[in-house]
């Protein structure tokens, strides 16, 4: 089971005209993903500005592919596969985006997942994803050279710029610490 469904709003949803800004772009009347985005950037930026308070609150961004409007939360990780990957990365702009690539049957993977997921929560300027490496998602992963699992791609800009292979917490720390003071 995943830390986060990526759902898709039901067709009566998306066309109430009575919907609260925390639900869906395809519903709230926001035609551009950039406008939507820049929205809830502002809210990013004052829960950063939070301090202490971080673990205890999360943002959110919304995308709009052209298949189906898809969320993603700040603050914990979110489930990607070849389909929504890339529109997310594109929406985190020049934000770091950390990708979790795992199998099912990795057990280094499962003993990273929960600190990827407490990673998730102590950076809030950073989105966190996570890729099933299996039949479905295998275009993406070959796409993106894994080789090994766990790997870790630390993407900016819409480009990989660290990769961590391996269950090496340490690295990957010191890796999303590298991308981010960039």
Not at 35 to 42: P, W
Not at 81 to 110: H, N, S
Not at 115 to 123: A, D, V
Request: hydrophobic share 40%; glycine share 4%.
């Amino acid at each position: 089971m995943s830390l986060l469904q990526l759902p898709q709003a039901p067709p009566a949803i998306r066309s109430s005209p009575s919907l609260s800004a925390a639900q869906p772009i395809a519903a709230s009347g926001i035609s551009s993903w950039k406008s939507c985005f820049s929205l809830e950037s502002s809210l990013l930026k004052s829960i950063s500005a939070a301090g202490n308070n971080r673990k205890k609150h999360s943002a959110v961004l919304r995308v709009r592919s052209s298949l189906e409007t898809t969320t993603v939360t700040v603050g914990q990780v979110t489930e990607v596969t070849k389909d929504t990957f890339w529109p997310i990365v594109k929406a985190a702009g020049d934000k770091a985006v950390v990708l979790d690539m795992y199998t099912q049957w990795c057990g280094p993977c499962k003993v990273m997942a929960p600190k990827f997921q407490e990673l998730s929560q102590n950076y809030l300027d950073v989105v966190f994803l996570k890729l099933d490496c299996n039949q479905e998602n295998r275009p993406l992963a070959k796409e993106l050279g894994i080789r090994v699992v766990p790997t870790f791609k630390i993407l900016k800009d819409n480009k990989v710029v660290k990769e961590v292979t391996g269950a090496k917490f340490d690295d990957l720390v010191l890796a999303i610490e590298t991308v981010r003071s960039s």
